[in-house]
């Protein structure tokens, strides 16, 4: 399962693909990444269009603020995994209220906005997990958009006093995929657990920052700098979080 925000996506590749020779408007940025989970990724996908802005009444949200509401159902097994197992889409979102609120910081900085769209792939019924979802991510962002790899800083989460277990098993993926291990850093429950709202699906997740200052500072991740920025997220809903918990 993946979410990612589309604004940041499309400036990063925009700005700074190896692959100068392409132009990358917005429309090509999607293209691109519907076309590589739906053709040319290891795993194929189908296509779901967009929801509504407005979630369903039981969604514990104001409005649909990541690619995931419309499958919540999914998620809590109250439909058939069967119909859909793997899936792309792209999302608009609005984030004015409730846990995912950026209004504040619209106009602070040059990535928050209150509507966008967020690019995803989605894997139901144990299709496939965290392995084949990072594998595909990073050869995306490097093969396909062209993103330099050396500007890249990866996160996991670490746990949180011994009540959720640290996710080595993401940590030695990318070690696996060849990063260097002083680029893939842990964080805790506020920038490495993923929530949908004050309830529901829920789970660890691990991010991509792009480093536009091209130094290298791990100490940069995470802080608000607007030149080290998340770039995408990959979330693993292992768990749900109810009201009495």
């Known amino acids: 399962l993946l979410i990612n925000s589309s604004y940041r996506?499309?400036?990063?590749?925009?700005?700074?693909?190896?692959?100068?020779?392409?132009?990358?408007?917005?429309?090509?940025?999607?293209?691109?990444?519907?076309?590589?989970?739906?053709?040319?990724?290891?795993?194929?996908?189908?296509?779901?269009?967009?929801?509504?802005?407005?979630?369903?009444?039981?969604?514990?949200?104001?409005?649909?603020?990541?690619?995931m509401n419309q499958f919540k159902n999914i998620f809590l097994s109250q439909q058939d995994k069967i119909l859909q197992k793997c899936v792309v889409n792209y999302q608009k979102c609005i984030r004015v209220g409730g846990k995912h609120n950026d209004l504040s910081d619209v106009g602070h900085d040059t990535y928050h906005h209150t509507f966008f769209e967020m690019l995803g792939n989605?894997?139901?019924?144990?299709?496939?997990?965290?392995?084949?979802?990072?594998?595909?991510?990073?050869?995306?962002?490097?093969?396909?958009?062209?993103?330099?790899?050396?500007?890249?800083?990866?996160?996991?989460?670490?746990?949180?006093?011994?009540?959720?277990q640290p996710d080595y098993e993401t940590k030695q993926i990318w070690i696996d995929l060849g990063i260097n291990i002083e680029r893939i850093l842990p964080f805790g429950m506020k920038e490495n657990f993923w929530e949908m709202g004050e309830i529901g699906p829920c789970g660890p997740c691990t991010e991509i920052h792009y480093d536009h200052t091209g130094q290298g500072d791990p100490l940069q991740v995470n802080r608000d700098n607007p030149r080290v920025v998340e770039l995408w997220n990959l979330v693993f809903m292992q768990y749900e979080r109810r009201q009495d918990k």
């Open 122 to 164: 989605w894997s139901f019924n144990n299709t496939y997990f965290k392995r084949e979802a990072c594998t595909m991510a990073y050869d995306l962002l490097t093969r396909i958009y062209g993103i330099d790899k050396n500007r890249l800083f990866f996160t996991y989460f670490n746990g949180e006093n011994n009540f959720i």
């Open 9 to 67: 996506f499309g400036y990063c590749i925009r700005y700074y693909s190896i692959n100068h020779q392409l132009k990358w408007p917005s429309s090509h940025v999607r293209q691109t990444f519907i076309d590589y989970f739906t053709k040319h990724s290891q795993i194929s996908h189908i296509i779901i269009p967009s929801s509504s802005v407005i979630p369903p009444k039981d969604s514990g949200t104001y409005f649909v603020n990541s690619g």
